[in-house]
């Protein structure tokens, strides 16, 4: 299994950016609930956003109502929207499937989003 996370940049507070999760085989992408987790300088990894096989989504407090997770089974790709950016969502974003992260397993290299204030 591979995920290569894309989309990550430098953008002013207040900016957008978003950010793709490609799958390679392996993984049965249309059967795996999707995850996007964030690791801030000098703090642990946490989750930020969730999509199950059906479509439901969850979101951390910090982020709800700016980010949208979404996903397309065709392309096996994951998606994440991040509007209102802030200097907090600095971080280097990464995703998976939550068993496998909760394994420590199949950690791409993530993305890295840095917002200035």
């Known amino acids: 299994v591979q995920l290569v996370e894309s989309g990550g940049g430098l953008v002013q507070s207040g900016g957008s950016l978003r950010l793709s999760c490609a799958a390679t085989?392996?993984?049965?992408?249309?059967?795996?609930?999707m995850a996007w987790y964030r690791q801030a300088p000098g703090k642990g990894r946490e989750l930020v956003a969730q999509?199950?096989?059906?479509?439901?989504?969850t979101y951390a407090d910090s982020v709800k109502g700016r980010f949208a997770i979404s996903r397309d089974n065709t392309k096996k790709t994951l998606y994440l929207q991040m509007n209102n950016l802030m200097p907090e969502d600095t971080g280097v974003y990464y995703c998976?499937?939550?068993?496998?992260?909760?394994?420590?397993?199949?950690w791409g290299q993530g993305t890295l989003v840095t917002v200035s204030s």
């Open positions: 998976n499937a939550p068993p496998y992260a909760d394994q420590g397993r199949y």
């Open positions: 085989s392996g993984l049965i992408f249309s059967l795996s609930d």
């Open positions: 999509i199950t096989t059906k479509y439901l989504v």
